[in-house]
Nanobody
Framework: QVQLVESGGGLVQPGGSLRLSCAASGFTFSAYTMSWYRQAPGKERELVAAITRAGASLNYADSVKGRFSISRDNAKSTVSLQMNSLKPEDTAVYYC????????WGQGTQVTVSS
């Protein structure tokens, strides 16, 4: 069965860093474009970053450019999001998404940036 399991979320102070990971199983990971989305309370889900099947980053939200970096390891079926210089406005539930023949979503991991 298809699974996308995010991990690495938590509480961090402004200016701190977190690394999110998403472990995929049940489908051909290397055939899917992977991306990270986030959804803050009362707001719509938004794209944070996306990466091609071969590992080239596609795009980043303007709000995270220069601070976040997406990467993938096709051998391990994982996609990661390195988040640096975190701000309170980065607080959200972060979701992993796979897009290819089908679309799959993870269950999300909470990131809270607060002092």
């Amino acid at each position: 069965q298809v699974q996308l399991v995010e991990s690495g979320g938590g509480l961090v102070q402004p200016g701190g860093s977190l690394r999110l990971s998403c472990a995929a199983s049940g489908f051909t990971f290397s055939a899917y474009t992977m991306s990270w989305y986030r959804q803050a309370p009362g707001k719509e889900r938004e794209l944070v970053a996306a990466i091609t099947r071969a590992g080239a980053s596609l795009n980043y939200a303007d709000s995270v450019k220069g601070r976040f970096s997406i990467s993938r390891d096709n051998a391990k079926s994982t996609v990661s999001l390195q988040m640096n210089s975190l701000k309170p406005e980065d607080t959200a539930v972060y979701y992993c998404k796979a897009r290819g023949a089908y679309i799959y979503w993870g269950q999300g991991t909470q990131v809270t940036v607060s002092s």
